[in-house]
């Protein structure tokens, strides 16, 4: 079993959808998670950065993370265009793991 | 499905030495492999893109005399970080990409300098 799991999509929704992206992870020992936006043979942006159970928001992303569960997800509200690209989870303790990725397509 | 593999895991080394890490794509060729460190409790950070047969692309404020990125063939890319000092201390992680542009992640590599 992976220690990181996430659905490599694709994902295609119209635009002003809301969005939900889904991590699982099997190691309890994860701190930090993370979440990426990376366009096409680009390096990885962060987009949301969380230690604690339960939802951050930054504008339309809101980050939740369930540790009892190992469960985390992003949601982002009102979808643009401009939002198509792949999402990355990521969590660290001693070390970091990633997703594989999801890729989502906003269709205007 | 696609692995890549990095050594060493971690390495621990006296300021001044050089220490190269090597990043392999196991069951794939990779044009493009990105490097990326990672401080304590922080995002991460790009560092170079290496495409194989050609120079790296480093990103502003990267020393490319200090990390030196080789990308020789399609299956390895190595970071060697020259005179290091406990400053580079860090948590180093190479990315490739598949020719399906789907990037996997290495495990990363630990560098404590002392």
Known sequence: ?108 | GAVVSQHPSWVICKSGTSVKIECRSLDFQATTMFWYRQFPKQSLMLMATSNEGSKATYEQGVEKDKFLINHASLTLSTLTVTSAHPEDSSFYICSAHSSTDTQYFGPGTRLTVL
């Open chain 1, 1 to 108: 079993q992976k220690e990181v799991e996430q659905d490599p999509g694709p994902l295609s929704v119209p635009e002003g959808a809301i969005v939900s992206l889904n991590c699982t992870y099997s190691n309890s020992a994860f701190q930090y998670f993370m979440w990426y936006r990376q366009y096409s043979r680009k390096g990885p942006e962060l987009l949301m950065y969380t230690y604690s159970s339960g939802n951050k928001e930054d504008g339309r992303f809101t980050a939740q993370v369930d540790k009892s569960s190992k469960y985390i997800s992003l949601f982002i509200r009102d979808s643009q265009p401009s939002d198509s690209a792949t999402y990355l989870c990521a969590m660290s303790g001693s070390d970091m793991r990633f997703g594989a990725g999801t890729r989502l397509t906003v269709k205007p």
